[in-house]
Each structure stands twice: as C-alpha cells, then as structure tokens.
C-alpha cells in the first residue's frame, strides 16, 4: 500500500468510526458542487430507466412510475419457471457483478432492486442487461445451483441465520 501522499489525511483506522465515510462524502459534494451534483443525479436516474426499460419484456418493473435513481424489478414472473429473485442475484455472481439487493422492497413479489451509479458506463449497463438475458434463457436447474465459478457455492442462509457462529474458528 502506498502511504507517501503528502496531499492526503493519510491512513484512517477502524477506530476514528465513520470519519473516512463522512471525508469522502463532504469531498465528493464539495468536489462536484450544486451543477455537478444535478449532473450526476441525471446519470444516476437516466441509467436505472435505461435498465428498466432493456429489461421489460424479461423481467418487467414492479411500478409503474419512473424510476429515479434505482429500479424495482420483479422476477415474479420467472417463479412459473422455478427462477426467484436470490437464483438470478446469485447467477449474476458468475458474470462478475456483484448481486443486487433482492427481496426489498417487502411488498414486490420476487424484488431486485438494481441501483446503478451516475458512473456506470453503457457498456458495463449493456453487459449486465445480456447477462440477465443469459440467465433468464438458462436451465432453471442450472440457475438455481448459482454461484458456479466463486470459491464458495451458495450456502445455506436460513441455517446461517438461525445457527449463529459470530467467532473465528481459530479462537
């Protein structure tokens, strides 16, 4: 790790809390300023439609207002085919991005909530959209045994929430 920034703060530690969060937000309004600030929010909400919209026919809005800067989806349709919402988080793994948040909002059958940033580019939007294609297209068996390429395969999350291990195994 390079340390020699004699511009920087330098090195923050667990111990100082959020103090790093909070430096990094203040530099970031105070970076973009108001302009900057409208400029990305319209990025943030442009790419959330423009996925909204590329994914319709597959796996279709739970609302039908405009999106803002994130997208509900809902894979409710996709249950008929045994795909749920967790199956396409976790098949999403294998293609190199990180799961979205699912089951959240409560009320929307089967929700993926997709929050792209105001930095995300065509190309990685239009990667993701192929990805969900892919999936959708798959076996739903094969689907549903996601993740297949990461060190570690799909645990067990009921069992890890009712068996609780909150120790190293080495202490």
Same mark, same amino acid.
């Given at each position: 790790?390079?340390?020699?920034?004699?511009?920087?703060?330098?090195? +923050? %530690? $667990?111990? !100082?809390?959020? =103090?790093? &969060?909070?430096?990094?937000?203040? @530099?970031?309004?105070?970076?973009?300023?108001?302009?900057?600030?409208?400029?990305?929010?319209?990025?943030?909400? +442009? %790419? $959330?439609? !423009?996925?909204? =919209?590329? &994914?319709?026919?597959?796996?279709? @809005?739970?609302?039908?207002?405009?999106?803002?800067?994130?997208?509900?989806?809902?894979?409710?349709?996709?249950?008929?085919?045994?795909?749920?919402?967790?199956?396409?988080?976790?098949?999403?793994?294998?293609?190199?991005?990180?799961?979205?948040?699912?089951?959240?909002?409560?009320?929307?059958?089967?929700?993926?909530?997709?929050?792209?940033?105001?930095?995300?580019?065509?190309?990685?939007?239009?990667?993701?959209?192929?990805?969900?294609?892919?999936?959708?297209?798959?076996?739903?068996?094969?689907?549903?045994?996601?993740?297949?390429?990461?060190?570690?395969?799909?645990?067990?999350?009921?069992?890890?929430?009712?068996d609780l291990v909150l120790t190293w195994p080495g202490r």
């Open positions: 790790m390079d340390c020699d920034r004699p511009q920087s703060i330098g090195k +923050l %530690n $667990a111990f !100082y809390g959020n =103090a790093g &969060l909070l430096v990094r937000a203040l @530099a970031y309004l105070v970076r973009n300023g108001a302009d900057g600030l409208r400029e990305v929010s319209r990025h943030a909400v +442009l %790419n $959330a439609n !423009y996925i909204r =919209a590329r &994914l319709k026919p597959l796996i279709p @809005a739970a609302y039908q207002a405009p999106s803002m800067h994130e997208v509900v989806l809902t894979a409710g349709p996709l249950k008929k085919r045994g795909i749920t919402a967790l199956d396409l988080a976790k098949r999403l793994l294998d293609f190199g991005f990180y799961a979205p948040t699912v089951y959240f909002p409560l009320i929307v059958e089967e929700a993926i909530m997709v929050e792209p940033t105001e930095t995300e580019s065509r190309a990685t939007l239009d990667a993701f959209i192929k990805a969900l294609e892919t999936i959708v297209a798959e076996d739903p068996a094969f689907v549903h045994a996601a993740p297949h390429t990461t060190p570690v395969g799909r645990l067990d999350e009921v069992k890890a929430a009712r």
